[in-house]
């Protein structure tokens, strides 16, 4: 396994622009969920797919925020109408389909700046 | 609610000494239980992680934590810090009930070591 990747690492934005980050999960892992981890703050769940489903999505996500994944496989994360408050690091996180307990793989995030 | 308490935002150890972080939850029933180590730049790597059975586990780098269900805590304890420990730390809980696929994390603990 290469382990979870995303990209850009790294994404300066304007504030009111649309910006898109990727993330490819381990290959074989089912569930894939989206975090954002702020300076000195523990990364705070945003939303959860099992396959290609959408299961479960924070209350604290905003109607800005949009998230899929179309196949099953890599998910990509939307923010439009960015606002400097979204400047945060966005974590992807994937398991492996077993059950009961699993522990999550992590990527190594993007880091958003709106400016 | 459901929660996860770390109290210490920052503690600093001599390399060689013994280290104890600690984790206290709030859940309506035993939770999954992890610990995860994020260096700088990085994502977040899993230390070690409870499910059931053994309240005492061992992880990577030498780390264990010990259950506690009477006190609700998941400590994690080291005998002998090495420099390269330095960083954060980070206590999680999983579900273990039906209707939520939520992982929640609490505000870390950044560790600095001493030469």
């Known amino acids: 396994d290469t382990g979870v990747s995303q990209n850009p690492r790294h994404k300066i934005t304007k504030r009111g622009q649309n910006v898109t980050f990727r993330c490819d999960p381990i290959?074989?892992?089912?569930?894939l969920y989206w975090y954002r981890q702020t300076l000195g703050q523990g990364p705070e769940f945003l939303t959860y797919?099992?396959?290609?489903?959408?299961?479960?999505k924070s209350r604290l996500l905003s109607d800005r925020f949009s998230a899929e994944r179309p196949k099953g496989s890599f998910s990509t994360l939307e923010i439009q109408r960015t606002e400097q408050g979204d400047s945060a690091m966005y974590l992807c996180?994937?398991?492996?389909?077993?059950?009961?307990?699993?522990?999550?793989?992590f990527g190594p995030g993007t880091r958003l700046t709106v400016t | 609610a459901q929660s996860v308490t770390q109290p210490d935002i920052h503690i600093t150890v001599s390399e060689g000494a013994s280290l104890e972080l600690r984790c206290n939850y709030s859940?309506?029933?035993?939770?999954?239980l992890f610990w995860y180590v994020q260096s700088p730049g990085q994502g977040l790597q899993l230390l070690l992680k409870?499910?059931?059975?053994?309240?005492l586990v061992q992880g990577i780098k030498g780390f264990e934590a010990e259950f506690k269900r009477s006190q609700s805590s998941f400590n994690l304890r080291k005998p002998s810090v090495h420099w390269s420990d330095a960083a954060e730390y980070f206590c999680?809980?999983?579900?273990?009930?039906?209707?939520?696929?939520?992982?929640?994390f609490g505000t870390g603990t950044r560790l600095k070591v001493l030469a």
């Open positions: 996180a994937s398991s492996p389909p077993v059950i009961g307990g699993y522990e999550q793989y």
């Open positions: 290959s074989e892992h089912n569930r």
């Open positions: 797919f099992q396959n290609e489903a959408q299961l479960e």
């Open positions: 859940y309506g029933a035993t939770p999954y």
């Open positions: 409870y499910f059931s059975g053994d309240t």
């Open positions: 999680a809980v999983g579900p273990t009930t039906s209707g939520t696929y939520k992982y929640i």
